[in-house]
């Protein structure tokens, strides 16, 4: 039954967009279950012609979320092994900071920017400049809104809420629920971040019928973005406001059953929150997104419930391939994605920078709980401990 829904939710997932397949990974319409990971195959890098000549900016927002530091990593190793310089500046959550380390590398006469901003509104005067000087910009995992971003790379974020929102349902078998209630509290991330409300979006949409019948219930009565919002996407932040949440609606006994958080960092937060505050005597099924070592910990040990997995490895991968097209002058279209080794979706409207719809490739993301952990390692990305209990980054 599980494999039946994850395919038909893969297959869902993918018809929503004009869909390409890499060279070796699944078909589009076989794309990853919800359970299943897509096959780990190292990207094509293809040494361009003169690629000694070039140099790639890859600006990344901060260090203090774990993710970034492995799309930085991944970044650089895989431009480098294909002949370019690299500069790659972390920018502390600091939009100054960000538009600063941006205008450096254009006075370094940079050949192409990747950009995974803090805020998608911060950098439009800086990226005027790129374009003023005829370099290209790549928006990285986050939109931007920027005359100059004229190429998009991500997932499929709003997909993101919908896998975390589909593990509910399955999980705590809704459609069986009868007339039982369960009561849920979103957590959602940084309003800055332009990937936060199709996170929401993609999970509270999903969820709305059950909410509308009356199965799901929202005991603080929080059901809006910005009521659950999380500047920053700060675990500390996170961890505050959900103990606000628990003195404020479940110190009467009220029972919690689910807590939809957007991602891992605000998971981590809200997952510390019930440890500390929540009297229940039920385990509360927590969501969250990236596969960050301490929530896949936390997942081990029954702490969370389950998280999205996006596989920044390829993310960078499919970066590469479109860089590679740009600087060469080659054409980029659907057919590029025939030289990603994953699956990517290639769409011309869903995104736009503020004036203009940007091309984007779209990766597929997918479900991991501690049924499916090995899959992780299986990416190339993880390594069990010396236990085989726990789950290491193999990212130096
Ligand atoms: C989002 C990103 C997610 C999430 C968050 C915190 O933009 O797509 O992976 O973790 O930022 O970095």
């Known amino acids: 039954m599980k494999k039946i829904l994850a395919s038909v939710l ?58 970034w530091n492995r799309d930085g990593e991944y970044l650089k190793a895989q431009f480098e092994a294909a002949g370019y310089a690299v500069e790659l500046t972390y920018s502390d959550n600091d939009n100054t900071k960000q538009n600063n380390d941006i205008s450096n590398m254009l006075a370094d006469k940079v050949d192409l920017l990747i950009v995974a901003a803090i805020d998608g509104e911060a950098l439009t005067q800086t990226l005027a400049e790129a374009k003023d000087q005829g370099v290209p910009v790549i928006a990285y995992d986050r939109m931007i809104k920027a005359d100059a971003v004229d190429y998009y790379v991500s997932f499929d974020n709003y997909t993101v809420g919908v896998l975390q929102a589909k593990y509910v349902i399955e999980h705590m078998d809704l459609d069986n629920a009868g007339d039982k209630t369960y009561n849920i509290e979103f957590t959602a991330g940084d309003p800055a971040d332009n990937n936060a409300g199709y996170f929401f979006n993609g999970a509270y949409d999903t969820l709305k019928p059950y909410l509308d019948a009356g199965t799901l219930k929202i005991p603080s009565g929080k059901n809006t973005f ?24 479940y110190s009467d006994g009220t029972v919690l059953d689910i807590a ?8 981590a937060g809200v997952s510390q929150a019930i440890e500390s505050d929540y009297a229940g005597s039920n385990t509360v099924m927590v969501t969250g997104q990236d596969g960050d070592i301490g929530n896949l910990q936390n997942i081990v040990d029954g702490k969370q419930t389950m998280t999205v997995y996006k596989n920044v490895a390829d993310e960078a991968g499919v970066t590469l391939v479109l860089a590679q097209a740009l600087l060469n002058g080659d054409a980029i279209d659907a057919s590029l994605c025939d030289k990603f080794a994953v699956t990517a979706a290639y769409d011309t409207e869903s995104y736009e920078n503020g004036t203009r719809p940007v091309t984007s490739f779209l990766l597929v993301p997918w479900s991991v709980d501690n049924t499916n952990l090995q899959q992780l390692v299986d990416t190339g990305n993880y390594k069990w401990d010396a236990n085989n209990k726990y789950l290491e980054s193999t990212a130096s």
Do not use: H, Y
């Open 10 to 67: 893969a297959i869902l997932m993918i018809i929503s967009m004009a869909a390409c397949g890499g060279n070796s990974a699944p078909a589009a319409t076989e794309a990853p279950a919800a359970t299943e990971a897509p096959a780990a195959e190292a990207p094509a890098a293809e040494a361009p012609a003169d690629a000694g000549q070039k140099t790639v900016g890859i600006a990344m927002p901060t260090k203090s979320l774990e993710r």
């Open 226 to 249: 910005e009521q659950v919002a999380t500047p920053a996407w700060s675990t500390d932040t996170a961890l505050e406001n959900f103990q606000n949440t628990l003195a404020s609606f």
């Open 260 to 267: 939809l958080c957007s991602n891992d960092s605000t998971a």
